[in-house]
Nanobody, 124 residues
Framework: QVQLVESGGGLVQPGGSLRLSCSTS????????VGWFRQAPGREREGVSC???????FYADSVKGRFTISKHNANNTVSLQMNSLKPEDTAVYYC??????????????????WGEGTLVTVSS
């Protein structure tokens, strides 16, 4: 069983940066695909970025060039560096893990395990 815990959310001004982190206890993430998803009020959960089991990285078009995902097998963490944040990035951000190996991995169907989420608010 993979238990995921997100941290790093908060309030940031437009144009600012935040770094989200996801840690896990129990099984190692070495054999899992991992991803970040987000859900804004009144909208469906959507994929932001993911690293597949094979190690390939995918980004949603809306965050390409601004967000960077990193998977750190040595300490079982996944981070999401978010730069040039916009008000439309405001959402609850979730970390997730995939045991099957989907590619691309940006669909919510691809993930088996989910964290509780961390809120990111971009506002002046």
């Amino acid at each position: 069983q993979v238990q995921l815990v997100e941290s790093g959310g908060g309030l940031v001004q437009p144009g600012g940066s935040l770094r989200l982190s996801c840690s896990t206890s129990g099984e190692t993430l070495n054999y899992y695909g991992v991803g970040w998803f987000r859900q804004a009020p009144g909208r469906e959960r959507e994929g932001v970025s993911c690293v597949s089991q094979a190690g390939r990285i995918f980004y949603a078009d809306s965050v390409k060039g601004r967000f960077t995902i990193s998977k750190h097998n040595a300490n079982n963490t996944v981070s999401l560096q978010m730069n040039s944040l916009k008000p439309e990035d405001t959402a609850v951000y979730y970390c997730a893990a995939d045991s099957v190996g989907f590619e691309p991995c940006l669909g919510t169907y691809a993930m088996d395990y989910w964290g509780e989420g961390t809120l990111v608010t971009v506002s002046s």
